[in-house]
């Protein structure tokens, strides 16, 4: 299959409300070139490598940018179209200039060799005490207690490498029970999916807007052998589709949404709903500048934080309902770095 590249050209001040931007166009597989943070990492003395590829240092020089993904058909055309007019809106609401030109440039890559290219670079690693992420073509020895899940870089991302999702993860490990019923908001690649399966849900409901992630995600559920019968996939929109939220139901223990400010917001008006009297939503993609805002705009829908996580200014939530009847277990606002 083909695949349209498109790069988006901005600033650091864009970089965040871009992908915000993305997200809500459904286009939740993307690169971050962030120059600056590349040029720190480069010049950190400290830090824990010994070689970089010449062909990497460019980045350090390079215009802040988003990449994304968008495939060669029908409705990765309407998407790329969707996306111009949302840059140009964009643009028109910066009359101060601060994110930059926010123009693309467009490439085709085919799937395979894309995919190809992450293999020298994608490792297995821990998060937790109980989970392993490896892809497919390695060999992994872990544990007895350990679960490893198998998830390989795709056009629809989330390799569980990111702080975000390392978060989830780790937030997850802690709480999935056997027996859970579980949400999976923005389910990305599944990954999310499957690591609560592994943990021992064993009904799953996971949800996203692009249909390439809905496929991906059944992929990953399968390669990893979650019964078939144990999941529900859906593509759609919870905020604009009221059978799609029917459907979706209620009485989850376990609520993820890693997504992005904008959205979690969005969907705030239906995160309590989703939830079972001693449910927990986690909630991550916070920029830690945005963090605030979110978890008012969560409280102000009755919703109650019990625990903060921050990595590398991404920043991670748990919220829970006024029904909960273990509410006294958690601390309001209990924040931890890591």
């Known amino acids: 299959m083909q695949w349209r590249e498109i790069e988006i050209f901005t600033t650091k001040e864009g970089l965040e409300p871009l992908t915000g931007c993305l997200e809500l166009l459904g286009i939740n597989g993307f690169v971050i070139n962030d120059s600056e943070e590349f040029k720190a990492f480069t010049e950190d003395k400290s830090a824990n490598w010994d070689y ?24 990765g055309e309407q998407m790329l179209k969707d996306l111009g007019a949302e840059l140009a809106a964009m643009k028109q609401r910066d009359t101060e200039g601060k994110f930059g030109k926010l123009e693309y440039v467009e490439k085709t890559v085919n799937e395979e060799d894309w995919a190809n290219n992450w293999k020298q670079y994608f490792k297995p690693f ?42 989830c993860l780790d937030l997850l490990d802690g709480r ?57 996939l859906y593509c759609g929109n919870i905020c604009e589709d009221e059978e799609l939220r029917k459907k979706i139901g209620g009485g989850y223990q376990q609520v993820c949404a890693n997504i992005v400010a904008d959205v979690l917001i969005a969907m705030s008006d239906y995160f309590a709903d989703f939830l079972s009297d001693d449910g927990v939503l986690i909630v991550s993609g916070i920029i830690r500048e945005r963090a605030e805002e979110v978890h008012k705009v969560l409280k102000s829908k009755g919703l109650i934080s019990c625990g903060v996580r921050i990595s590398n200014d991404w920043v991670a939530g748990m919220f829970t309902t006024p029904r909960n009847p273990n509410l006294s277990d958690y601390t309001e606002d209990d924040e931890e770095e890591g």
């Open 52 to 75: 970089i590829d010449d062909s990497l240092l460019g980045l350090k020089n390079k215009e802040n940018s988003v990449t994304c993904y968008l495939p060669e058909n029908e409705q």
């Open 126 to 167: 821990a998060v937790g005490e109980r989970i392993v992420v490896s892809p497919s073509w390695e060999k992994v020895n872990v544990a007895p207690d350990r679960r490893v899940i198998y998830i390989d870089p795709e056009s629809s991302f989330g390799t569980g490498q990111h702080d975000t999702t390392k978060m």
């Open 176 to 232: 999935v029970c056997e027996g859970d019923k579980v949400l999976d908001l923005g389910c990305g690649s599944g990954i999310l999916s499957v690591a609560m399966a592994k943990l021992g849900a064993t009904k799953l409901t996971a949800v996203d807007i692009d249909q390439n992630s809905v496929k991906i995600a059944r992929q990953n559920l399968e390669k990893n052998g979650i019964p078939a019968e144990s999941y529900e």
